[in-house]
């Protein structure tokens, strides 16, 4: 079927107006209509081919949320009209340990990422700018009744992504958590690690969200151009985890971890960063990674964030393509409080 969809056809084009195909129902297969799409930063280095060589035309969302419009044959998880959501990925081998282990993300033969990859079809996958998806029915979330679709759509990146290395390193009451960055992944990982009754401090490189801190679950905002934080809090979290995307003189975080603390990097910084080894082994700390989460941990956090009325802050725009290329430019501005959401039913 074709569908209508807003994405960009070169390396520094603005958004278009797009006529994409998706496949006909396979027996295992759902077709969704998609009410509203989260902006991720992920889109938008993508986009600008920041992250390496892209094949255009390209249709970025991986933020989805819409209501079940017909299943294949086969399907038995979802039915019409249920309310669902897809995130980063579409598929995977669903054969190897990793996915076997409900880690699909680290699927060996490597997940099929809802844009810009090559399916098991051998056709390009195209995202959720657009009227209509279909996704094989094991990679689309249940969506809580208590959840708007709208709040719901960045929970499947901005959510996931925060919860799962919150989730395996345990933060919990009697933990200090700290959190790098207060922005559309930062804003979310305060509301979830709070919600799991850690501590949560900010590091942020000013006063100006101070208050949003403390409104989100925070108990204490360090402005860290202050160079006395860095003396006052060695060795205070247990956890620290960083959601910004820039070079960060790494050691220097390292330096607030506890003994056997771990900073987990979220974000992806276009330069590479360094680290003295003698940061990690004074204090037996982990440097660690996480991505986003499995199928089913990802449901785990929507019925957490049902259970604890946790939802992004977030600004909806229309389908317009000035509104798409304007919100991409305040994000790289760091100008929204916390994430854009597109209204895919504005879409002509």
């Known amino acids: 079927m074709q569908v209508h969809a807003r994405g960009v056809t070169k390396e520094g084009g603005s958004f278009e107006e797009l006529m994409i195909e998706r ?3 396979q027996p295992k297969d759902v077709l969704i209509e998609i009410k509203y799409c989260g902006i991720c930063h992920s889109d ?9 060589e892209v094949d255009f035309p390209l249709v970025p969302g991986h933020e989805i949320a819409g209501i079940v419009v017909d299943t294949g044959s086969e399907v038995t998880k979802h039915k019409k009209d249920d309310r669902v959501g897809v995130g980063c990925m579409v598929d995977s081998c669903q054969e190897c340990v990793n996915c076997k282990n409900d880690e699909e993300q680290f699927c060996k033969k490597g997940m099929t990422g809802t844009y810009g990859a090559t399916d098991k079809y051998g056709e390009k996958t195209q995202g959720g700018y657009s009227k209509y998806i279909v996704v094989q029915e094991d990679f689309v979330l249940s969506i ?4 708007p679709l709208d709040v719901a759509a960045p929970l499947l990146c901005a959510g996931i992504t925060t919860y799962s290395p919150l989730h395996h390193w345990n933060a919990g ?10 922005g559309g992944l930062g804003h979310m990982a305060v509301k979830i690690a709070s919600a799991m009754g850690a501590e949560v401090t900010v590091l942020s490189h000013s006063d100006d969200k101070k208050e949003d ?3 989100f ?3 204490h905002h360090l402005n860290t151009k202050n160079d006395t934080v860095f003396e006052e809090y060695n060795e205070t979290f247990d956890l620290i985890i960083n959601t910004v995307g820039a070079k960060l003189d790494i050691d220097q975080y390292l330096g607030l971890l506890k003994v056997n603390g771990t900073l987990v990097n979220l974000g992806v910084p276009s330069d590479k960063m360094e680290l003295n080894v003698f940061s990690l082994i004074g204090r037996r700390r982990s440097y660690a990674g996480s991505l986003i989460g499995g199928i089913k941990e990802t449901q785990e956090m929507l019925e957490f964030c049902a259970k604890h009325d ?15 290329d304007e919100a991409y ?15 895919m039913d504005t879409m002509k």
């Open 329 to 343: 430019e305040r994000v790289i501005n760091s100008d929204v409080r916390y994430r854009f959401v597109i209204d």
């Open 310 to 324: 946790i939802g992004p802050e977030i600004e909806v725009i229309s389908a317009d393509t000035d509104k798409i």
């Open 217 to 219: 679950g925070a108990t």
């Open 213 to 215: 801190s403390m409104k």
């Open 44 to 52: 938008i280095h993508t986009v600008k081919s920041e992250w390496g």
């Open 173 to 182: 009451p009697g933990k200090k958590v700290a959190v790098l960055g207060l």
């Open 144 to 147: 809580p009744d208590s959840i």
């Open 23 to 25: 496949r006909d129902l």
